[in-house]
């Protein structure tokens, strides 16, 4: 770890110091993100501790009034997320604080956040570029569009564990680099579809529970049409109930499709990199593209 970066930052009259997020209440961590509106239940925060790893800052009696986390995929990326910073503190220098501590302790390795309004002129200053905007979809799904037929020769089936090596192998190029840790963990909490020609994956999506109600991420596919197809059955599983997908894309078919079941754009969010490559794929030329999110914090 940098030792430039301050384990202790005074505010105001106060003291703030960092602890690591792993030995934090859940309780605790639940309540923080609710105090800023976001959903995530204790179950969320759990998810997230169990594949990354970051710092809370803690007040002179032990509350937590911030968070910050990165999430390793492989050796040379990582993407960054949870920053949370309770009202009292957000004009008062915790969220640059903690930021720097993610940033030593990323050192050499590419990163990737989803960045809110309020926090890009932070991450811009601490040398990350924007690149494409994220829609925040969610609300109460209605039955979907009926889409095109899925095409002769191809299957579209439930996905299990055995499937994690074709799983990875396609998302990799989507995603920008292999995160097969935690496409296992998604894939046991998740709900899974995927378009198979033969044994050859072409495209998933994956369904779980999530704040409100559940969200649909990651959605990987050569196309619209796939994209469709995969998250279908999904969305047909919950109508009349709360549903969320974080979309790369404004327009096209997909987009639209999403809309009319119901899941109008909420919000708007964008994606930040420090290097190129740490970009999402660009698809192309039959290559898979991801068009939903996991969630903002792994992209």
């Known amino acids: 770890m940098d030792t430039k970066i301050p384990q202790i930052l005074h505010v ?3 003291e703030m110091r960092t602890a690591d997020i792993a030995e934090a209440e859940l309780s605790q961590l639940q309540a923080l993100s609710i105090a800023v509106g976001w959903p995530h239940r204790a179950a969320d925060w759990q998810h997230v501790r169990e594949v990354g790893h970051g710092f809370v800052a803690l007040d002179e009696i032990g509350r937590i009034s911030a968070s910050s986390m990165w999430f ?8 960054f997320g949870m920053l949370i ?3 009292r503190l957000q004009a008062n220098g915790a969220a640059r604080w ?14 990737r956040l989803i960045s ?3 926090a890009r002129r932070l991450y811009a200053s601490l040398g990350f570029r924007p690149q494409r905007t994220i829609y925040q979809c969610q609300g109460e799904a209605v039955t979907p569009p009926e889409t095109a037929a899925i095409a002769d020769g191809l299957t579209l089936r439930q996905m299990d564990p055995g499937d994690i090596d074709a799983l990875t192998a396609l998302d990799a190029p989507a995603f ?3 995160r097969r840790a935690h496409l296992v963990r998604l894939l046991e909490r998740s709900i899974s579809y995927g378009l198979y020609d033969g044994e050859r994956l072409l495209a998933y999506a994956m369904r779980r529970r999530f704040g409100r109600g559940h969200v649909i991420g990651p959605v990987v596919a050569a196309s619209d049409a796939q994209a469709m197809a995969v998250t279908e059955p999904h969305i047909r599983a919950h109508v009349g109930t709360f549903l969320r997908i974080d979309l790369r894309f404004e327009t096209g078919d997909f987009a639209n499709f999403i809309h009319q079941s119901g899941l109008g754009v909420y919000d708007t969010v964008k994606t930040m990199v420090t290097t190129d490559a740490a970009s999402y794929g660009e698809g192309g030329d039959g290559q898979p593209v991801v068009y939903g999110l996991a969630s903002q914090s792994f992209g």
């Open 85 to 87: 910073t309770s009202p």
């Open 176 to 178: 920008g680099v292999a």
């Open 116 to 118: 809110t309004r309020d």
């Open 12 to 14: 105001d009259a106060f």
């Open 72 to 79: 390793p995929h492989g050796e040379s990326f990582a993407t």
């Open 98 to 111: 903690l930021v720097e501590r993610i940033l030593a302790d990323c050192a050499g390795r590419d990163l």
